[in-house]
């Protein structure tokens, strides 16, 4: 992930451009890792792909869009 805070409405990408894995979307909400019930893990974001999908993606798998 960029330096670049992430807040809701953020554009985000995810995985490497020109793979399949890769995605681009904006950020609808945030969660704390206790209230996703993850444990430990680190907090997660709620994002919404251009493909209409939504799914919530750990933090750190995100790079802001510039």
Known sequence: MSD??????????????????????????????????????EPSELVTWESGEEEWVQRSLLRVVQ
Not at 28 to 39: Q, V
Request: proline share 5%; net charge positive.
């Open 4 to 41: 670049a805070v992430i807040s809701e409405g953020t554009r985000v990408e995810m995985g490497q451009p020109g793979t399949p894995s890769y995605r681009v979307g904006r950020v609808r909400g945030m969660g704390s890792s206790d209230l996703l019930g993850r444990g430990k893990d």
